[in-house]
């Protein structure tokens, strides 16, 4: 009784340690780490799709460097 419970107790620490709880959905590997979902598949972006992303990141900087403006200026006031 006593081993059964010292390897219970030995097995949920090391899930613990590794990241992993029992309620983890994905594949464990050999060596105690998760694979990757096989579902997963890469895909490549246009480069119309890149300009979208490059013009809102550009957007979102602008309207933070804007916001950090007017809060120096609310400060000095």
């Known amino acids: 009784m006593k081993i059964t419970t010292l390897a219970l107790a030995a097995s949920v620490l090391g899930g613990l340690v590794l990241g992993t709880g029992a309620a983890s959905a994905a594949p464990m590997g050999p060596n105690g780490l998760q694979a990757a979902p096989a579902g ?3 895909v490549r ?3 119309s799709e ?3 992303m ?3 990141m550009m957007h979102k900087k602008m309207m933070k460097r804007r916001m950090m403006k007017r809060k120096m200026m609310m400060n000095r006031m």
């Open 40 to 42: 997963v598949t890469q």
């Open 45 to 47: 972006m246009s480069s």
């Open 50 to 52: 890149r300009m979208m």
């Open 54 to 56: 490059k013009k809102r």
